[in-house]
């Protein structure tokens, strides 16, 4: 019987690196991980060191060759990578070398800037041409920044031996020994870089940050030929045949193929993202046009987006810095120990608000707390603001596509938690699906890069999937409660951006 051909998805998160292999069916086959360490060097800012990216994602890929056997490595015959987006990495051509920290996507230490980009009234041209804000969140005032404060990227930059990527950028450079110094559009198009219906680089805009257009990475389709991963690395060989950023990766991953049909994963952050088809849908009230993915010629998905910089990190703080709990699973029997909040409200916004506020200056707040509070009712409420931020993001979103969604689709390592996602039926009154591998990002890629290599034919063949084994959670609030729900929540957002005029 011929071998089964499997499928590597190299997925680069930000607190740590994953390899994964599938079969074309995207039913996972193996994997491994490797953590990665993030630095908070002042308030607001956080950043890593690009050589512990690469090096997190090696290990996660040799742990992962250790692991499978021998045949299942030779029927290894595509790989794609997916990774946070927008965090900014700058390195000297000739030799690799990191010209200073990666800005994470996170990071607000560009506020000021931004602000004084927007006061020389720059955000609308830009707003138009990328379908983004003009926030710290994107890679563009990153860029400036470090050319700016960095003393070997300015180096690099006068000795025109400067080189630009996001993550999947610097991943296929090392992968491929520096042969290829690319960027697929799904990353691109959340530089702040990147004209979303002409699908190139904006030379005005690189002017603004003062980035010569050599330093920038070739601009590709999402799915190609790609390079192979070089020899002396952990599938050498393997040709590398599609890029995605992680939320769109996530996005196909949950096989999100209609107008309309919608996912938010819950990782580091909290992503909503809506497949608006050939249609680039422009919103008024902060939700981001975005590339979703292309086809081998470049021809694009669009995509609605609301991001959250904050979900995961919740539950993070809950256990290293309150120590509240031991283990992030803990939350959830925590949670479960009170029938309710008790009216504690908990505001996530630790890093600042993304949307719709686009707010890097708000702070998180606790409230609502009484002597009869509990660690209890502060894991729910906890695990509740991660839902009702959500709540925000599809109640905006049904208003931009001007349709309801039918059902939210979830993934993510905070999806695993039952409160939560009951907390997110109730709040926004539609069915939340769960599927039984939470690994969507891994597998969006993965299947991207099975089109691209011919070992899948069509994706839509694999949607009736995807409901196989999937948990589904039905909302048991009842309108008026959930709409005061959502006020005391608004009100309590308020608040929040709020904080930094007391």
Same mark, same amino acid.
């Given at each position: 019987? =011929? ?18 292999? #599938? ?10 991980? &490797? ?16 050589? =512990? ?26 790989? +794609?990578?997916?990774?946070?987006? *927008?965090?900014?990495?700058?390195? %000297? ?5 990191? $010209? ?17 980009w927007k006061l020389q009234g720059l955000e609308t041209e830009w707003r ?23 003393? &070997? ?14 993550? *999947? ?8 020994? +520096? ?13 702040? /870089? ?5 699908? %190139?680089?904006?030379?005005k805009f690189c002017d603004t940050i003062e980035l010569p257009l050599r330093a920038l990475p ?16 952990? #599938? ?34 909290? #992503? ?8 680039? $849908?422009?919103?008024?009230? +902060?939700?981001?046009?975005? /590339?979703?993915?292309?086809? *081998? ?7 609605? %987006? ?27 029997? /925590? ?48 695990? *509740?603001?991660? &839902? ?8 905006? &979103? ?15 390592? =905070? ?23 939470? %690994? ?63």
């Open positions: 019987m =011929a071998k089964q051909p499997l499928l590597l998805a190299l997925d680069q998160g930000t607190s740590s690196s994953r390899a994964a292999l #599938f079969n074309p069916l995207g039913e996972l086959v193996a994997s491994a991980s &490797a953590p990665l360490a993030i630095e908070y060097p002042a308030d607001g800012w956080v950043q890593q060191d690009p050589n =512990a990216i690469w090096e997190s994602q090696t290990q996660a890929m040799f742990k992962l060759e250790q692991k499978i056997s021998k045949e299942q490595r030779n029927s290894v015959i595509s790989c +794609g990578i997916t990774n946070q987006r *927008e965090t900014t990495v700058l390195w %000297e051509r000739s030799t690799g070398k990191p $010209c200073g920290p990666a800005i994470v996507w996170q990071d607000g230490r560009t506020a000021n800037l931004c602000s004084q138009q041409r990328t379908g983004l804000m003009l926030d710290p969140y994107f890679s563009a005032s990153k860029i400036h920044w470090l050319l700016q404060n960095a003393d &070997a990227a300015s180096n690099a930059l006068v000795h025109k031996d400067l080189c630009f990527g996001t993550v *999947e950028s610097w991943l296929l450079w090392n992968l491929t020994g +520096g042969k290829r110094h690319c960027s697929d559009m799904s990353n691109a198009s959340r530089t702040l /870089l990147m004209d979303l219906e002409k699908l %190139e680089w904006v030379e070739e601009l590709v389709p999402c799915r190609g030929d790609f390079g192979k991963i070089d020899q002396g690395l952990p #599938f050498s060989d393997v040709a590398i045949n599609a890029l995605l950023g992680d939320q769109q990766a996530a996005t196909l991953g949950q096989l999100c193929l209609e107008k309309g049909e919608a996912k938010c994963t819950y990782g580091t952050g909290a #992503f909503l993202v809506v497949n608006t088809k050939q249609e680039i $849908c422009r919103s008024n009230s +902060g939700l981001l046009s975005t /590339l979703a993915w292309t086809d *081998e010629e470049g021809n694009p998905t669009y995509c609605l %987006e609301g991001s959250l910089f904050n979900a995961g990190t919740v539950v993070q703080w809950l256990r290293d810095g309150l120590k509240i709990i031991h283990q992030a699973d803990q939350i959830n029997s /925590l949670a479960e120990k009170v029938k309710d909040s008790a009216g504690v409200m908990l505001v996530p916004a630790f890093t600042g608000w993304g949307t719709p506020y686009w707010d890097p200056n708000a702070r998180g707040i606790l409230i609502g707390l009484t002597r009869d509070t509990k660690q209890g009712h502060i894991a729910r409420a906890a695990l *509740e603001g991660i &839902a009702l931020s959500v709540a925000s993001l599809i109640k905006l &979103a049904e208003e931009a596509l001007n349709q309801p969604l039918a059902e939210l689709a979830v993934d993510g390592g =905070a999806a695993a938690s039952n409160p939560l996602l009951q907390a997110q039926a109730d709040s926004t009154g539609i069915k939340v699906r769960r599927p039984s591998n939470l %690994e969507s990002t891994a597998k969006g890629v993965a299947l991207l890069a099975g089109i691209q290599s011919g070992v899948i034919t069509d994706l839509k063949a694999l949607v009736p999937q995807r409901q196989k084994k999937a948990e589904l959670f039905l909302p048991n609030l009842d309108s008026a409660s959930r709409q005061s729900w959502l006020s005391r929540w608004d009100a309590a957002v308020k608040r929040s951006l709020q904080w930094h005029d007391q």
